[in-house]
Nanobody, 124 residues
Framework: QVQLVESGGGLVLPGGSLTLSCTAS????????VGWFRQAPGKEREFVAA????????HYGDSAKGRFTIARDNAKIPVSLQMNSLKPEDTAVYYC?????????????????WGQGTQVTVSS
């Protein structure tokens, strides 16, 4: 059983930046595609970004394009999510997820392992 742990969340001013990190309990994560999702109170979990197991392919949700960057060093862990120009509407719990088979996906049901989440609050 792979356990994922997110870190790096916190309180940030609008326009500020945060970098989230996703680590795993075992090196198996190095061969998994990884995605970031977020969930705000009263809303469904939303796709943010995803990266292939080897880091060569990435995909972003509309809310993240141009502001967020997902990265991993080759097929290594951790997987990071650099978030710039943050807005109050980015406030949510951010989750990382790993997929054992297949490339990255925007669908929550395609992921096999999930972390507990890290809170990101964008507020003045």
């Amino acid at each position: 059983q792979v356990q994922l742990v997110e870190s790096g969340g916190g309180l940030v001013l609008p326009g500020g930046s945060l970098t989230l990190s996703c680590t795993a309990s075992e090196r198996a994560l190095t061969i998994y595609a990884v995605g970031w999702f977020r969930q705000a109170p009263g809303k469904e979990r939303e796709f943010v970004a995803a990266i292939s197991w080897d880091g060569t392919s990435t995909h972003y949700g509309d809310s993240a394009k141009g502001r967020f960057t997902i990265a991993r060093d080759n097929a290594k862990i951790p997987v990071s999510l650099q978030m710039n120009s943050l807005k109050p509407e980015d406030t949510a719990v951010y989750y990382c997820a790993a997929r054992r088979r297949g490339d990255w996906s925007t669908q929550t049901l395609d992921y096999d392992y999930w972390g507990q989440g890290t809170q990101v609050t964008v507020s003045s």
